[in-house]
Each structure stands twice: as structure tokens, then as C-alpha cells.
């Protein structure tokens, strides 16, 4: 018999973000102490602060797509996602290669998101 892949709440949270789904996106992260550390030093606290964040960069993005390469899970509460973001500039689709790490609180919920950027090299 095949094994039974259970798909989690990282899973579940790609799922949304890849479909804008932000009451969906909602029900996976803490109501309370979430952080985001974004690529640039940018912090945002508190889900209802997040949820705001979020639809305010997605509804400037034209022609996104999400692709995730793959999710690790470290531990229980430890996640890395190798992922690309693509949206247009100019007209021109553009890809951003990244990581997030995740991680989660007693309750199973994300409760801190770090985005990680690649550079290409000079």
C-alpha cells in the first residue's frame, strides 16, 4: 500500500499565499506574537497586521506565480521552503529564486516567517 502524505499547515499556507487566498492564509498562522522578517531588515508584527501587509504587496503584483521546489521539515515546529516568486516589471516576467523558514507555535500555527532572497552573482 502506498504511504499518506499529510499535507500541514506550511503546505497549506503556500497553497493560499500561491492563490491569494488570505482568509485561508489566515487560519494558518498564530493570532498572536507572529513575525515576519522580510529579505530587507523589514519587520511586521501581529496577524492582522501580516494579513494587511500581504494584500497590500500582492494587489500591486501583476502576473504572479508561486513555485515551490521544495519543503523540509526540520522538526515539529522547524520549516525551509525553497520557493520562486515571478510577477511582471515592465511587462517583463521576472523570477525571484528565495527561502522561508517557518516556524510554529505549540498549537501548530506559523508563528514566525523569515524570507531569504538569492543574489545572483556579479
Not at 504511504?3 to 485561508?24: H, I, K, M, S
Not at 513575525?35 to 519587520?43: H, L, S, T
Request: glycine share 10%; aromatic share 10%.
Amino acid at each position: 500500500m502506498g504511504q499518506t502524505v499529510e499535507t500541514g499547515v506550511v503546505e497549506r499556507y503556500l497553497a493560499c499565499l500561491g492563490t491569494n487566498d488570505w482568509d485561508g492564509l489566515a487560519a494558518t498562522v498564530a493570532d498572536e506574537d507572529l513575525i515576519r522578517d522580510g529579505p530587507y531588515c523589514d519587520v511586521v508584527e501581529g496577524k492582522q497586521r501580516y494579513l494587511k501587509f500581504l494584500r497590500g504587496v500582492f494587489a500591486k503584483l501583476e502576473g504572479y506565480r508561486l513555485n515551490v521546489r521544495r519543503v523540509s521539515h526540520v522538526s515539529d515546529r522547524v520549516s525551509y521552503v525553497e520557493l520562486s516568486e515571478t510577477f511582471n516589471i515592465d511587462g517583463v516576467p521576472t523570477e525571484y529564486p528565495e527561502c522561508l523558514v517557518f516556524e510554529q507555535n505549540d498549537d501548530g500555527l506559523i508563528n514566525r516567517v523569515s524570507v531569504f532572497i538569492k543574489q545572483l552573482g556579479a
